[in-house]
T-cell receptor, first 115, second 113 residues
């Protein structure tokens, strides 16, 4: 299995809602990531988990709350989002570090619209 | 921190022609340089990558070259086909920053039949 699976594919939420994005991989990868991608822009790193521990938080607002329940699952909890948070949210996974960077495998993303 | 510049932002070629996309990076400690292809509405997909211990890598019609001295790397696509049309992103890793990739701004490649 070489897939990173994300649900839901599309999400529309109001600014007062609470929702969660889910990501799953079964490639035995021990690093998992959340990226945010605006239209016509490159992916921007939000969070990195390494061995189920948060290793990088790119100064993301607290209305985004990541969670890594186990080595295969990654969640992103959303609360009180703003319209400017509308974007494609991509999950990715990789092996963890050797001497060089590791190949990143992306999920299909969740297209989020905040009204 | 690492900064990755990518050129051109758009590239139009005739089917069968070659396409070249260039990237420069700023941090000499970067040692891993992947290229991703993203079709409209789809996920970024790794198409080729290169590590700093080699200067060139080829996979069928796709090749990547790396010049560590000049801190630039390039993607070469030969015999382009309409299905090569997509946005291509280069990236460089940030050693010591965990598993962190810095992406270039992207190149929209259009291949006309």
């Amino acid at each position: 299995d070489t897939e990173v699976t994300q649900t839901p594919k599309h999400l529309v939420m109001g600014m007062t809602n609470k929702k969660s994005l889910k990501c799953e991989q079964h490639m035995g990868h021990r690093a998992m990531y959340w990226y945010k991608q605006k239209a016509k822009k490159p992916p921007e790193l939000m969070f990195v988990y390494s061995y189920e521990k948060l290793s990088i938080n790119e100064s993301v607002p607290s209305r985004f709350s990541p969670e890594c329940p186990n080595s295969s699952l990654l969640n992103l909890h959303l609360h009180a989002l703003q319209p400017e948070d509308s974007a494609l949210y991509l999950c990715a996974s990789s092996q963890v570090g050797g001497d060089f960077g590791e190949k990143l495998f992306f999920g299909s993303g969740t297209q989020l619209s905040v009204l | 921190g690492e900064n990755v510049e990518q050129h051109p932002s758009t590239l139009s070629v005739q089917e069968g022609d070659s396409a070249v996309i260039k990237c420069t990076y700023s941090d000499s400690a970067s040692n891993y340089f992947p290229w991703y292809k993203q079709e409209l509405g789809k996920r970024p997909q790794l198409i080729i990558d290169i590590r700093s211990n080699v200067g060139e890598k080829k996979d069928q019609r796709i090749a990547v070259t790396l010049n560590k001295t000049a801190k630039h790397f390039s993607l070469h696509i030969t015999e382009t086909q309409p299905e090569d049309s997509a946005v291509y992103f280069c990236a460089a890793n940030l050693p010591g920053g965990g598993d962190k990739l810095i992406f270039g701004t992207g190149t929209r490649l259009q291949v006309f039949p």
